[in-house]
């Protein structure tokens, strides 16, 4: 199993930016394909992003060309840098595996708020 503590949420006015962290510990970071997740008020939780050992990247239409996704392997972080943030990238975001593993359980989350 791979623990993940995330880190870096907060309130920002609508085009502002934030970087994320995500700590991760257990089996073998470096092995594993990692995303970030978001669950905005009342809907279901969604991948954003997603980074391969390699570094190759998918993100979701909604966030692309605004979010990077990047990884220190050496550090076991997960990072996501939010730049020109929108009111609807309110949410609370998580990091986990890629896909994801029934075996494997969400950290606390770190919320990010977008004003208007």
């Known amino acids: 199993q791979v623990q993940l503590v995330e880190s870096g949420g907060g309130l920002v006015q609508a085009g502002g930016s934030l970087r994320l962290s995500c700590a991760a510990s257990?089996?073998?970071?470096?092995?594993?394909?990692m995303g970030w997740y978001r669950q905005a008020p009342g809907k279901q939780r969604e991948l954003v992003a997603a980074?391969?050992?390699?570094?190759?990247?998918i993100y979701s239409d909604s966030v692309k060309g605004r979010f990077t996704i990047s990884r220190d392997n050496a550090k076991n972080t997960v990072y996501l840098q939010m730049n020109s943030l929108k009111p609807e990238d309110t949410g609370v975001y998580y990091c986990?595996?890629?896909?994801?593993?029934?075996?494997?359980?969400w950290g606390q989350g770190t919320q990010v708020t977008v004003s208007s």
């Open positions: 257990g089996s073998s970071f470096s092995l594993n394909v």
């Open positions: 986990n595996l890629y896909p994801l593993r029934p075996s494997n359980g």
């Open positions: 980074i391969r050992t390699g570094g190759n990247t």
